[in-house]
């Protein structure tokens, strides 16, 4: 198959390796000639340029730019396609891109596969990124059932977990998941830094071992992914940031009132509800 | 030297294999037949028993009893000491220790090693566990100094950074570090667990990916340890969750007024942050 790849990143290149070890005819598209040159030479694309004219062959195209590209990026890639072509999506949140997109394009099969590192730029693009990981598919009523059949097949061939839901439920479901992790771990990393006595911060940071790193991770990673998330998924995220609110308060009251057995018993609670996200059935 | 053990669990456990490694000869002491039994199979100690009376002959003992049980640990331990015996604790929380312990045994040296696992039972201990990884000592002004040096040279022996600190600076230091991070961490699984809609929760469950399972490990850990850190280390981590509560509530404030520009600036902020954490000068 010809398969296109608008932005190359670390989803848009890891996405070209791998297909292009499944055997697709990979080409990719960059705003910059050096991106292009470089996925050449990395052998993540057969061909790349700065030009959509390069994607009139493919017959599925892969929209990797940032979720604020997703829309503009269709637009001038329509005079470009064939009717039949299909399009798919990788962005984070997905009523706001669906809502944008399928007015414009027919055949759009909006996707979410679920694969990041801290790195987002292309010379961090791995194969079998998605292999074992989630990949949620959330097609609307005129979403037309063929492309996402073929979406969904690509989706499984890299060895994804293929989900599908609705867009809203999609947005609801990531916002506990992935957004709300992100505010909540960079809120703990700006109260840290808080600290008024020096002293005490110094030591902070010498002490600081795993479960800070792991807890402290997605806070610290790029901001301008956390500000789309929040700007894409907002009214989702602010639900959950509330309920995190509630939640907080009750754990904080447990430790004023000196209630450890409730203390212990929320902190058994979430020890059993973790599995459940580790270990879905 | 001969170095008792009191207390076989991941860090008692651990610490044996490597002092014995270094050629140092190991008494363990624990509550029950069965894990003296398996110490010594394991071979993390030369000799182990359920009484007290076999560490007549130590030179240092590490308490590595739960916090709660240091201070009684000591009281019952007193009898069989010779006056020149250094005692070393490894509890997460000095200030409330060496309060209880300090007055009774002159040459007592309060430490914390920061290594830890999600297991904490001896079958989870290993070999070169303190390795590259923060011990804290906290001594105070009656703690003799020949006593702290002893105690050090064996925490260096070990592989661990060590750092000296007042027990109140140690304590506010790992509530930021350590202690609210557990908090915010359980807070957040406990607010997914609220979700009312059960096909959002079950899809949330099936897209939680690595970002949430690091952020979500500490809080979904040991419940009994989590009461431990609140009820022994009450004042500093209230303070750090009420200063929390005001991170928190900015970041929310900015998502609300839609100030993006000043969002970014935060998780710049905490991406720079997060730096001085994970490789401190």
Known sequence: MNIGIVGLGLIGGSLGWDLRSLGHKIFGVSRTEQTCQTAIDMGVVDDAGVNLN???QAEVVFICTPIAAIAPT????????????????????KQSVVEAVAPLWYNFVPGHPMAGKAESKLEAAQQNLFAGAPYAITPIETTPPEAVKTVEEIARALGARVYHCRPEVHDRAISWISHLPVMVSASALAACMSEPDAAVLK?????????????SRVGGGNPELGVMMAKY????????????QLSLNQLIAQIERE????????????QQARR???SPS
Chains 1, 2 share one sequence.
């Open 54 to 56: 390069l994607l009139a």
């Open 74 to 93: 269709v637009e001038q890639l329509i005079p470009h396609l064939s009717p039949t072509t299909i399009l798919t999506d990788v962005g984070s949140v």
């Open 203 to 215: 030591l902070a940071q010498q002490l600081a071992s795993s479960g800070f790193r792991d807890t």
């Open 233 to 244: 998924n907002r009214s989702e995220l602010l639900r959950a940031l509330h309920q995190y």
């Open 276 to 278: 459940k996200f580790l």
């Open 259 to 270: 209630d450890w057995d409730a203390l212990e018993q929320l902190l058994q609670h979430t």
